[in-house]
């Protein structure tokens, strides 16, 4: 299946902590942005067709694949000046780079890379700045023999507030952590028909519009993931996930996984 990544956004919440115009989606992770994690694990699953949404900071993602150095993330062979990669990580890939404006909604992004899915009646969709564990082919799945128009992977909320439940008289009647209410958010993980479109308005949004009018229709399917996830909507979570990077905790890393395992 395609894939289709929306990385055009400003990313403000991370603007204090980037140089330049760089957008969020090429903060680092370890030695390669959050776009290449991402693009990483849906490759992992066997899916390698991606579309870029593009928008600010767009030549920073174009410079980024067009001088891609596969050593940097595979073994490789030095001798006599040349070198001999032993893996790679893209050379599989096909990746469409398509400008959809600078302040486009990102239903409007979605209308515009419409062209680029050459018809296919379901695709992927992905903010391409979360990371998780989630179990693809499982989610694709569900949501093909669900027959739905669109499905949304949801989470709990990953805040550390707290609700307070405060009586008539002012007294508190009970403490409960956001996390452990019967909460769910936007995960960022899509599943779409061709259908969705059909929802979208020019300058529209992926899901007040589009989500919400298959809500209302009952053909928006939820896929409930108690596992990894992880934003990096802020420069502290950024630091955050390339510090876990960096001991080695990389949940959302299948592919070394898997590569852990052929090597035993």
Known sequence: MKVVLFCGGYGT???????GDVPKPMQLVGPRPLIWHVMRYYAHFGHTEFILCLGYGAHHIKDFFLNYQETISNDFVLRGGEVKLLSTDISDWSISFVQTGIDSPIGERLRRVRDHLDGDEIFLANYADVLTDAPLPEIV?????SGAGASMMVVPPAETFHCIEVGEDGMVGGITPVSDMPLWINGGYFVLRQEVFDHIPPGGDLVADGC?????????LAYPHRGYWKPTDTV???????EAYSRGDRPWALWEREQAVRAR
């Open 13 to 19: 919440r991370m603007r204090s902590g980037t140089p």
């Open 141 to 145: 799945d569900r949501f093909t023999a």
């Open 236 to 242: 502290k979570e950024r630091i955050a996930l390339d």
């Open 212 to 220: 919400g009018e298959l809500a209302k229709r009952g053909r928006l």
